[in-house]
């Protein structure tokens, strides 16, 4: 089984295609992009070299965020399309869990307008989901368990030990293929907003 999955919910698009047979997992394709808020290329690039380089795939994979809100609607809706065009089961994932193998972190995230977002994971899964905390609340959270690493997409102020890590289309193929019921979808994927997305509101210039 060849498994075609994608990530655009941190500054770096993830496209891999991955093969299953027997339990052993051979990476055929992997992509790792930086990417824009504002710019979906590098994803869809991605996409189309994948598939070239692997044909047909037999299922597909998207991961939910939280994260960019343009980069979760532009890889949720790559994702559903491919679904549907080739019939195709479609797996969607939350995309801390595709951040390391299976072991247990603290994942966090800028959620900005003042939050940050904080989840942790033991084995694979959630132990606590995604949620929204202040600063300082994710700071007292994360010492609540001092000795698990903090994994974070990007660089945040004041958060100590911080490693620099984004959710691998690898790792979510891999869960992909362990078909939880939980991570399949007949429809198109709800990403995970944690709060109404950030929009700059026009100015309002005298007449």
């Known amino acids: 089984m060849k498994i075609l999955s994608l990530d655009s919910s941190s500054p770096v ?16 394709f992997e992509r790792n992009t930086p990417h824009s808020r504002a710019d979906s290329a590098a994803l869809f690039e991605g996409l189309r070299d994948a598939v070239e ?11 939910l965020g939280p994260g960019s809100y343009n980069g979760l609607r532009a890889g949720i809706a790559a994702a559903r399309a491919f679904a549907t065009a080739l019939h195709l089961p479609l797996h969607a994932i939350p995309s801390p869990l595709a951040l390391l193998p299976e072991q247990n972190f603290w994942a966090i995230g800028d959620a900005r307008g003042g939050h940050y977002w904080v989840a942790r994971i033991e084995g694979g899964a959630f132990a606590e989901e995604p949620h929204l905390l202040s600063p300082a609340e994710s700071l007292a959270r994360l010492a609540s368990y001092p000795g698990l690493p903090v994994i974070g997409s990007a660089a945040m102020g004041g958060v100590p030990d911080l490693r620099i890590a984004t959710p691998s289309a690898v790792r979510l193929a891999i869960l992909a293929e362990k078909n939880d019921p939980s991570f399949r979808v007949t429809g ?4 995970i907003y944690l709060k109404p997305p950030h929009i700059t509101a026009p100015r309002v210039t005298a007449s």
Request: hydrophobic share 40%; glycine share 10%; with cysteine.
């Open 188 to 191: 198109t994927p709800e990403p």
């Open 13 to 28: 698009a993830s496209v891999a295609c991955v093969s299953v047979l027997n339990g052993k997992h051979e990476v055929l």
């Open 53 to 63: 380089a692997c044909g047909h795939p037999d299922a597909l994979c998207v991961g």
